[in-house]
């Protein structure tokens, strides 16, 4: 026996993936071993959670995390998860910043990761956890002390007594000290120019090679380019005809709550971004290339179907996500996804001393701590910097 199996067998909770057989829709359930039986408390959590609006894939990310502690618990002397405390919830945390992960493989099917954990991963768990007690406290499952003791009273002092953190979690981040691990940030991941090059080459359809195009100009979210809307694509010099004055080929990026491919931008103030003349030739390839295939321009969505899935109706994230990919792999590009291209464009704007208002404007950030992540100076622009300053300087000897 190998010691994974060994670990295996240790673990008395695992997460199931189940199919709704009216719905189609999935569940992820915690299946206790010792009693073969649904965990009910982490069954009401999921459900909870899926009637509070969250996505399939928090829900599939939250229940094996919470199976992770339920185990932890189970194996740790003196300690119940009903009861637990932040003593022990701080030792939870040091067993996921320092363990391997060979029990949470077996947990969540094998897929766990095998490496030591981040701190923004180790956060990601603890959210997990911490929602979970907060749900059970309120939903009468455990006694509600539990949850709220991990919780930072200054926060709180203000508050009435029947104070709600809320549906949204808004309060979930004002968990006790002992219980946040300290994230450092890297600078986010980036594509060099010749792989942005690259990859747009190796788009096979000309809708897809403008998707590229426009994401890695613009720095746009997908799911706003998605959402984007024909009416949206001011190419003309002037746009005056069309009721809006500002001058040069442009692309307002609306919030709309109704797009049809589920497709929404998440900042609820609209922005508009300047494009170059690639961009609209691009654009205008792509409108014959639509065209040409048969009730694809009835719809006003600048990205639909052409090939497969419904013709004409609105591109999804999954068959977007998937072209983005392959293009990738063409392109000898591991991993790409459509966020890489934003990440590139900001960086790249930032490090041509775009000034920072301005790349948060175009990036379409509510707060300039989002756009500062781009910031990271690198060794290259000190020098070059410290290099000017020495060529003013005169040394005297
Ligand atoms: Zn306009």
Redesign the pocket.
């Known amino acids: 026996m190998t010691q994974r199996d060994t670990e295996v067998q240790l673990t008395r909770y695992r997460t199931e993936r189940a199919v709704l057989p009216l719905t189609g829709r999935s569940v992820w359930l915690v299946l206790d071993d010792e009693t073969l039986e649904i965990m009910p408390e982490a069954r009401d959590f999921a459900l909870h959670l899926n009637g509070a609006g969250k996505s399939e894939n928090t829900i599939r990310t939250y229940l094996p995390r919470v199976a992770v502690f339920l185990n932890w618990a189970d194996t740790s002397p003196g300690c119940d998860w009903r009861t637990v405390t932040v003593k022990q919830l701080a030792r939870f945390k040091w067993h996921l910043e320092a363990r391997p992960a060979l029990v949470e493989a077996a947990t969540i099917g094998g897929r766990g990761e095998r490496s030591t954990r981040s701190a923004g991963t180790v956060n990601q768990y603890l959210t997990a956890v911490f929602e979970f007690l907060r749900y059970c406290g309120r939903a009468g499952l455990i006694d509600q002390a539990v949850s709220k003791r991990l919780v930072e009273p200054r926060h709180l002092r203000h508050m009435p007594a029947s104070f709600d953190a809320g549906e949204r979690g808004q309060f979930r981040f004002a968990r006790v000290k002992e219980l946040r691990a300290r994230e450092t940030s890297r600078p986010p991941e980036t594509l060099t120019a010749a792989q942005v090059g690259h990859t747009i080459s190796a788009a096979i359809r000309i809708r897809d090679a403008f998707l590229l195009l426009l994401l890695s100009e613009t720095g746009m979210r997908i799911g706003e380019a998605l959402g984007l809307r024909r009416s949206d694509m ?1 190419f003309l010099p002037d ?1 005056t005809t ?1 009721g ?1 004055e ?1 001058a040069g080929a ?1 692309v ?1 990026v609306v919030r709309r709550e109704d797009n049809a491919n589920g497709a929404l931008a998440k900042s609820s103030h609209g922005r ?1 971004v300047p494009v170059g003349g690639e961009v609209v030739r691009a654009y205008r390839d792509a409108q014959i290339e639509r065209e040409s295939v048969a009730h694809a321009t009835d719809s006003d969505y600048v990205f639909v179907n052409l090939w497969a899935g419904e013709i004409g109706a609105p591109m999804k994230y999954s068959a977007a996500y998937g072209l983005v990919q392959r293009a990738g792999r063409r392109a000898d590009v591991n991993h790409l996804h459509p966020h890489l291209f934003r990440h590139t464009a900001a960086t790249h704007w930032i490090e041509n001393d775009t000034p920072i208002d301005v790349a948060q404007t175009l990036l379409g950030h509510a707060s300039p701590a989002s756009t500062s992540r781009y910031t990271h100076t690198s060794n290259e622009r000190m020098r070059a910097a410290v290099e000017r300053g020495a060529a003013t300087v005169k040394v005297v000897e």
């Open positions: 001011h746009s069309l809006c500002l442009h307002h508009h």
